[in-house]
C-alpha cells in the first residue's frame, strides 16, 4: 500500500504518506487562509520525502470535514484530482475522527469531546469514546456556538481549537504528555487520518468522500411544508446512503 493523506479542513493544510504499517512521511503547516496555495507544494515535498512517486500511490485518503466551505473544498478536489488521475480509489474520514483519534494514539481512555474553529463565533464538535487506541463516535458531527453545549459535554476532556479560543467555555483541554502532542490535537494531522484511514480500508469498511457542509445557510429559506415528523438524515448516515447509491449505480451499468 501506498496511501496518499490530505486534511485541510482545520488550519492546518496537512498531507502524509502511509505504507499501511506505518507513516512514511508528514507534513503540515498551520495557515488557516493559505489552503490553495500551499496544499500542492505540500504533496510534492511529502511525496519526495516518502520516496514515493504519484504512479505509485495504491489509495488516497482525505479529510471530509466538517469545516469551513473554502478550505474543506481545497482538499476535497485535490485528493479526486489525484486519484481520477491515477485510477484509484479515494476515501473519505470525518476529520473530527482524526482528531479523536489522535487523542486516543496518545493514550486518552474514556469519552473526549472534539471541537474545532468553525468561525463565526461556533465550533464543530462531536463527543467520543476511546479505548485501546480506538474511538467510537456517540454524536452525529454538529456546529453550534459553545455556549450551547450541554453542561456535560463542556466539562469533557477537549481537543481540537475550541478550547484555545473559548478557553471560558470549554475549560478543559486535553492535557497529554510529550513533545509536541499539543499540535497534533490542535489540528489534523494527516499522519494520524492516514493511519485511520488504513486500518478502515483494510477492515473493508465504507469511507464515503461527501463533505461535511454543516455551516447553517446565512439565507433562512421558507418554512418547510413536510410534515414535522420528517426526519432529515444524519450526516454520516447522508454519506453512508450515498455511497449506496454509487454502488448500485455501478452495478446497474455493469447489467447492461
Same mark, same amino acid.
Given at each position: 500500500?501506498?496511501?496518499?493523506?490530505?486534511?485541510?479542513?482545520?488550519?492546518?493544510?496537512?498531507?502524509?504518506?502511509?505504507?499501511?504499517?506505518?507513516?512514511?512521511?508528514?507534513?503540515?503547516?498551520?495557515?488557516?487562509?493559505?489552503?490553495?496555495?500551499?496544499?500542492?507544494?505540500?504533496?510534492?515535498?511529502?511525496?519526495?520525502?516518502?520516496?514515493?512517486?504519484?504512479?505509485?500511490?495504491?489509495?488516497?485518503?482525505?479529510?471530509?470535514?466538517?469545516?469551513?466551505?473554502?478550505?474543506?473544498?481545497?482538499?476535497?478536489?485535490?485528493?479526486?484530482?489525484?486519484?481520477?488521475?491515477?485510477?484509484?480509489?479515494?476515501?473519505?474520514?470525518?476529520?473530527?475522527?482524526?482528531?479523536?483519534?489522535?487523542?486516543?494514539?496518545?493514550?486518552?481512555?474514556?469519552?473526549?469531546?472534539?471541537?474545532?474553529?468553525?468561525?463565526?463565533?461556533?465550533?464543530?464538535? %462531536?463527543?467520543? !469514546?476511546? *479505548? #485501546? =487506541?480506538?474511538?467510537? +463516535?456517540?454524536?452525529?458531527?454538529?456546529?453550534? $456556538? /459553545?455556549?450551547?453545549?450541554?453542561?456535560?459535554?463542556?466539562?469533557?476532556?477537549?481537543?481540537?481549537?475550541?478550547?484555545?479560543?473559548?478557553?471560558?467555555?470549554?475549560?478543559?483541554?486535553?492535557?497529554?504528555?510529550?513533545?509536541?502532542?499539543?499540535?497534533?490535537?490542535?489540528?489534523?494531522?494527516?499522519?494520524?487520518?492516514?493511519?485511520? %484511514?488504513?486500518? !478502515?480500508? *483494510? #477492515? =473493508?469498511?465504507?469511507? +464515503?468522500?461527501?463533505?461535511?457542509?454543516?455551516? $447553517? /445557510?446565512?439565507?433562512?429559506?421558507?418554512?418547510?411544508?413536510?410534515?414535522?415528523?420528517?426526519?432529515?438524515?444524519?450526516?454520516?448516515?447522508?454519506?453512508?446512503?450515498?455511497?449506496?447509491?454509487?454502488?448500485?449505480?455501478?452495478?446497474?451499468?455493469?447489467?447492461?
Amino acid at each position: 500500500m501506498r496511501l496518499l493523506a490530505l486534511d485541510t479542513a482545520t488550519s492546518a493544510i496537512s498531507v502524509a504518506v502511509h505504507d499501511g504499517e506505518r507513516v512514511l512521511a508528514n507534513r503540515s503547516v498551520v495557515d488557516a487562509r493559505r489552503h490553495t496555495e500551499l496544499l500542492a507544494p505540500l504533496v510534492v515535498e511529502t511525496l519526495a520525502r516518502a520516496a514515493t512517486a504519484v504512479d505509485e500511490l495504491t489509495h488516497v485518503a482525505v479529510g471530509t470535514g466538517p469545516g469551513p466551505f473554502t478550505g474543506l473544498r481545497v482538499g476535497l478536489v485535490t485528493a479526486q484530482t489525484l486519484a481520477h488521475a491515477r485510477g484509484i480509489t479515494v476515501h473519505g474520514v470525518c476529520s473530527l475522527d482524526a482528531l479523536a483519534a489522535a487523542a486516543a494514539a496518545g493514550g486518552h481512555e474514556g469519552e473526549l469531546l472534539v471541537a474545532s474553529d468553525a468561525r463565526r463565533k461556533e465550533v464543530y464538535w %462531536a463527543r467520543y !469514546r476511546c *479505548a #485501546a =487506541g480506538g474511538i467510537t +463516535p456517540l454524536d452525529e458531527p454538529a456546529v453550534t $456556538r /459553545p455556549a450551547d453545549l450541554p453542561d456535560d459535554v463542556r466539562v469533557l476532556p477537549t481537543v481540537g481549537r475550541g478550547p484555545l479560543l473559548y478557553p471560558d467555555l470549554l475549560a478543559h483541554p486535553l492535557d497529554l504528555a510529550g513533545e509536541g502532542a499539543d499540535a497534533a490535537l490542535l489540528d489534523v494531522d494527516a499522519g494520524v487520518l492516514a493511519a485511520l %484511514a488504513a486500518r !478502515r480500508i *483494510a #477492515a =473493508g469498511e465504507e469511507m +464515503p468522500v461527501e463533505p461535511l457542509y454543516l455551516r $447553517r /445557510p446565512d439565507a433562512v429559506a421558507p418554512a418547510s411544508t413536510a410534515p414535522k415528523s420528517a426526519l432529515k438524515p444524519s450526516p454520516r448516515q447522508q454519506q453512508r446512503d450515498l455511497r449506496q447509491g454509487e454502488r448500485a449505480g455501478r452495478g446497474a451499468e455493469a447489467s447492461q
